[in-house]
């Protein structure tokens, strides 16, 4: 209109505040203008972080500005994911870039975590919006380790021959699965299984011993986490030992025949035990001869022998049996001399002869010849009533003894006397019954006739005289 004046302001780089001027007459009058430059920042960038951050140490992250305007109302916000960790006023003049930090404590749940930086613009005072710039985002590797090494669970002896298992293992780390865990036995890495789980990880491998290893072998086991690594040593000693060589003469041999019995340590060992023999200084070798009697049948012969692996004692042992072949035992205990049995009874005859080998027996009666049946008898009968003589016999001898079999047993008569015995006393016993009722009868009779005479001279004295 014609009350305005319209003026075009170029090239403002920062904030101003442009002053109107008008005359009128001798009156001059001003009115001012705020005018408020704003950009968005240029760049926001988060600073790349560790390729790994221990659990429980101090994680900065720094955000860099550059541009932005104005900076009074430009605001820089830290984030993990959407959840906002740090909300600071960047400040400073839009030329100059700018660092925001901040500081968290890293924890295993951040763990593959996206941490990102926003800066936030805030224009809604000036009638206009809130804009928002975000970096890329950058992922966290978080980890956490004991305190401890790893655990070799492992002898220190190898022997040669055998098959040993190696197993190596560390509780208590974090991520498991990022771990890499590995065995290294004499600077070479055996064959070999590795298992991770929630909080563990362990390495395990077979190894089979043989003459070619070195006497002493190094046994590494290497656990690596993030940037760090633990580590485990030991020193094995590889030995071989053979058992002790247990021989007899026979083994298996006649009553009375002489047995020797030899036992022989190798491999630098030395015999420190034979059965059979007194205690003595360890030597290779140690024998002694013997008699077979009955009693050394099935006897067993041990024999130890001991050698010394890096201050320790290490034994093996051999047992041998020996078989003795001798003639039948038949004594009081294994067959009893004299058997009563009641008639009709069931009863177990007991009669067994020992030897090896095994002997066979018979019982026969001497009268006749008739068999008696050695074991259960269900039912016993007078006519096994005598005198049996019992073989025993085998290849290598045969013995006999005398058993006597009574048999107790009731005659007809004998049946007889012992039905008439109570009847007879039940026939005394009532003719005493009798007796005695009669008895008393007569006497009750004879009392009261001597009542009625003294009654009678009584009252004869008592009458008049005539």
């Given amino acids: 209109g014609p009350n305005w004046k319209l003026f075009e302001l170029s090239e403002i780089g920062e904030d101003s505040s442009p002053l109107c001027f008008e005359n009128c007459g001798t009156v001059q009058s001003s009115a001012s203008a705020t005018i408020t430059v704003y950009s968005f920042p240029e760049s926001v960038e988060l600073r790349p972080l560790p390729a790994w951050q221990q659990v429980g140490k101090d994680l900065t992250l720094r955000c860099h500005v550059d541009g932005g305007a104005p900076r009074t109302q430009l605001s820089a916000v830290l984030l993990r994911g959407e959840e906002i960790l740090s909300r600071q006023p960047v400040g400073g003049h839009p030329k100059d870039p700018k660092e925001i930090t901040f500081t968290v404590l890293a924890s295993r749940g951040d763990h593959g975590a996206n941490f990102s930086c926003r800066t936030e613009l805030d224009l809604r005072p000036q009638g206009l919006a809130l804009f928002s710039n975000v970096s890329e985002a950058r992922s966290l590797r978080t980890f956490d380790l004991p305190a401890t090494i790893p655990k070799l669970d492992t002898p220190d002896l190898l022997e040669v021959g055998t098959q040993q298992k190696l197993f190596c293992s560390l509780e208590g780390l974090f991520p498991a699965s990022e771990a890499r865990i590995y065995l290294e036995l004499g600077g070479q890495m055996p064959t070999q299984e590795s298992t991770n789980s929630s909080d563990s990880v362990s390495a395990t491998a077979l190894v089979e011993v043989t003459e ?34 247990l021989t007899l003469s026979q083994l298996e041999v006649s009553e009375g025949s002489q047995v020797t019995v030899k036992c022989e340590a190798h491999s630098g060992s030395k015999v420190v035990l034979l059965s059979g023999v007194e205690p003595r200084p360890p030597t290779p070798q140690v024998q002694f001869t013997l008699n077979a009697s009955s009693e050394d049948h099935k006897r067993s012969f041990f024999c130890s022998a001991a050698l010394e692996v890096a201050g320790k004692f290490l034994f093996k042992n051999q047992t041998l049996e020996l078989h003795v072949l001798y003639g039948p035992r038949l004594d009081e205990t294994d067959c009893l001399g004299n058997w009563t049995w009641q008639e009709g009874s069931q009863q177990t005859l007991k009669c067994q002869a020992w030897g090896n080998p095994s002997p066979k027996m018979t019982c026969r009666r001497k009268a006749d010849g008739a068999l008696l049946p050695i074991g259960v008898v269900k039912s016993v009968k007078q006519e096994m009533n005598g005198t049996y003589v019992c073989h025993a016999f085998s290849s290598h001898g045969n013995v006999t003894r005398n058993v006597y079999l009574t048999v107790l047993y009731h005659s007809q008569n004998n049946w007889t006397i012992i039905i008439l015995v109570p009847v007879l006393l039940v026939i005394v016993g009532l003719v005493m019954a009798a007796s005695y009722v009669y008895n008393r009868q007569r006497k009750i009779r004879i009392y009261k006739l001597q009542k009625a005479q003294e009654e009678a001279i009584k009252l004869k004295g008592q009458a008049p005289p005539p």
């Fill in 212 to 245: 070619e290893f070195d006497r002493t072998l190094p046994l590494r086991c290497v656990l690596e986490l993030a940037d760090q690594i633990l580590e485990t040593q030991r020193t094995l000693t590889v030995y071989n030992f053979s058992a002790p060589v």
